[in-house]
């Protein structure tokens, strides 16, 4: 079960970076100062853990999200965290970057157990473990450092590949509530099949989360940010599709055949898709209104 997978992707990857801790980038790396990434981290502070929201990466552009934890098990809000790099914990960081906080879900959404989330994006262009160090700016010293495994290839499609054609549940063949556990469902976002809007070769923003039953502490309010989104290019011609997770929106059933078709290793998922039906962007975790306006606007906004 996807349920399970990703509770155990969780727990697995929570136990390393409680152990040793992690972090990403939002900004351009550049070359660091200082001697080995073990050296930065023994610096005086609080060593703290970090609960990562996404792991699902390829060679490339490695979107990373992560909550860092103190000691008290309290969330750790800070505009911004420095970034080291290593390919060791015994070498020298060879990048530094800075990562920035971006907001989870919108006014009125259901409360997630974090307002923020620590997002990042590095340029990882060969498979291996990679060590990163995090430490927050501003206030108390805290610091986490961790590791990222980048796959030889994706498990969900990546970008540039073709959107596998699902026909996925629209309004014309099921309620409302049976399509969306959402608190208050948008019936826009079930108008339209991903089949339909790759046959008619429209752009369109795909969403797969479950408000209701999602396993993370920040993912309930995607499905919210995707309708904040749509509502701000309602006459554009672009379409916006929200597919839930489990068969029969029970957990107990297991996965539905969409998302074994997209091959989602974990969830929530945002897809960004062009009118040739590649993907565009793709976002794993909590995507922040302002993370996929500025996507939307650069890849599918004529």
Same mark, same amino acid.
Request: aromatic letters at 6%.
């Given at each position: 079960m996807l349920r399970a997978a990703a509770l155990g992707l969780f727990l697995g990857l929570a136990v390393c970076f409680v152990a040793a801790g992690c972090g990403g980038s939002s900004s351009e790396q550049e070359e660091?100062?200082?001697?080995?990434?073990?050296?930065? &981290?023994?610096? =005086?502070?609080?060593?703290?853990?970090?609960?990562?929201?996404s792991a699902d990466f390829g060679p490339g552009r490695v979107r990373l999200t992560f909550l860092i934890i103190d000691g008290q098990g309290a969330v750790v809000t800070r505009p911004t965290a420095r970034i &080291?790099?290593? +390919?060791?914990?015994?070498?020298?960081?060879?990048?530094?970057?800075?990562?920035?906080?971006?907001?989870?879900?919108?006014?009125?959404?259901?409360?997630?157990?974090? *307002?923020?989330?620590?997002?990042?994006?590095? #340029?990882?262009p060969e498979p291996g473990t990679y060590w990163?160090?995090?430490?927050?700016?501003?206030?108390?010293?805290? #610091?986490?450092?961790?590791?990222?495994?980048? +796959?030889?290839?994706?498990?969900?499609?990546?970008?540039?590949?073709?959107?596998? =054609?699902?026909?996925?549940?629209t309004l014309a063949t099921a309620t409302l509530d049976e399509l969306s556990t959402s608190?208050?469902?948008?019936?826009?976002?079930?108008?339209?099949?991903?089949?339909?809007?790759?046959?008619?070769?429209?752009?369109?923003?795909?969403?797969?989360? *479950?408000? +209701?039953?999602?396993?993370?502490? *920040?993912c309930g309010p995607v499905v919210d940010v995707v309708s904040t989104v749509r509502r701000d290019h309602a006459d554009s011609g672009i379409r916006f599709i929200h597919v839930e997770i489990y068969e029969g929106n029970d957990p107990t059933k297991g996965e539905n055949r969409w998302v074994k078709e997209w091959k989602l290793p974990s969830e929530p998922w945002v897809f960004v898709v062009g009118a040739d039906g590649k993907i565009r962007d793709r976002f794993e975790g909590t995507v922040s209104v302002r993370e996929l306006e500025a996507s939307v606007r650069e890849h599918l906004a004529s």
């Open positions: 660091p100062e200082g001697s080995t990434l073990e050296s930065l &981290w023994r610096a =005086p502070g609080e060593d703290v853990a970090i609960t990562p929201g &080291w790099l290593a +390919k060791g914990l015994e070498e020298r960081p060879f990048a530094e970057t800075t990562a920035r906080s971006e907001a989870i879900g919108v006014e009125g959404s259901d409360p997630a157990d974090a *307002t923020e989330i620590f997002v990042t994006s590095l #340029q990882l990163l160090l995090a430490e927050p700016v501003g206030g108390r010293k805290i #610091q986490a450092v961790g590791t990222v495994v980048v +796959k030889e290839r994706t498990a969900a499609p990546d970008v540039g590949a073709a959107a596998p =054609p699902s026909r996925t549940p608190r208050v469902p948008d019936p826009e976002l079930h108008r339209s099949s991903v089949a339909d809007a790759l046959a008619d070769r429209t752009p369109f923003v795909l969403v797969f989360a *479950t408000p +209701k039953y999602c396993t993370s502490r *920040t």
